[in-house]
T-cell receptor, first 114, second 115 residues
Framework: AQKITQTQPGMFVQEKEAVTLDCTYDTSDPSYGLFWYKQPSSGEMIFLIYQGSYDQQNATEGRYSLNFQKARKSANLVISASQLGDSAMYFCAMSGGSARQLTFGSGTQLTVLP | GAGVSQTPSNKVTEKGKYVELRCDPI?????LYWYRQSLGQGPEFLIY????????DSGLPNDRFFAVRPEGSVSTLKIQRTERGDSAVYLCASSQDSKTYNEQFFGPGTRLTVL
């Protein structure tokens, strides 16, 4: 079974500053993928970034980077230079082994302050 | 078309009624997933299709829930004898190939309210 834990129900960050959203995971599969999605108040799920368990380097996509620490089973999302439009719910998710579907965490509500 | 589309966007029904929720995936995507998202929670997996067949339906909560994808494109999630606890946003996602960790593209969801 796979499990995602997001321990920060809510986070605040000042505009233009960086913020880290925490995610830890648990799985017995040696091969898995880790994902981050953004869900604005409008409800759509927007893919942000992906990290494979065998990837040697941390994934980056523009202002998003994934701090992957395999031994600690953590996959934190770092957003640099926060913008007001970054205010949303952020979900960490994973898939792996025989499970192609995503297992999601409970999410972190990020609020960017002007 | 552009992205994943879902209809209706909102559905209000009465307890005990039957509902159908439709998902139209991105053209060419062979994998299709259904999730359910309750208020304040992350999406929970229901079922996924690879082509026309249900590859994994382990997330369906009970036998009142059923889904089909007869031609390997559009999928319909069917809920019989709806209960108030079925109220949630039902999300559909598609990906190019379920054999690799391809990005899943989500639709806007159907908000189901059971009175």
């Amino acid at each position: 079974a796979q499990k995602i834990t997001q321990t920060q129900p809510g986070m605040f960050v000042q505009e233009k500053e960086a913020v880290t959203l925490d995610c830890t995971y648990d799985t017995s599969d040696p091969s898995y993928g880790l994902f981050w999605y953004k869900q604005p108040s409008s409800g759509e799920m927007i893919f942000l970034i992906y990290q494979g368990s065998y990837d040697q380097q941390n994934a980056t996509e523009g202002r998003y980077s994934l701090n992957f620490q395999k031994a600690r089973k953590s996959a934190n999302l770092v957003i640099s230079a926060s913008q007001l439009g970054d205010s949303a719910m952020y979900f960490c998710a994973m898939s792996g082994g025989s499970a192609r579907q995503l297992t999601f965490g409970s999410g972190t509500q990020l609020t960017v302050l002007p | 078309g552009a992205g994943v589309s879902q209809t209706p966007s909102n559905k209000v029904t009465e307890k005990g009624k039957y509902v159908e929720l439709r998902c139209d995936p991105i053209s060419g995507h062979t994998a299709l997933y259904w999730y359910r998202q309750s208020l304040g929670q992350g999406p929970e997996f229901l079922i996924y299709f690879q082509g026309t067949g249900a590859a994994d339906d382990s997330g369906l909560p009970n036998d009142r829930f059923f889904a089909v994808r007869p031609e390997g494109s559009v999928s319909t999630l069917k809920i019989q004898r709806t209960e108030r606890g079925d109220s949630a946003v039902y999300l559909c996602a598609s990906s190019q190939d379920s054999k690799t960790y391809n990005e899943q593209f989500f639709g806007p969801g159907t908000r189901l309210t059971v009175l």
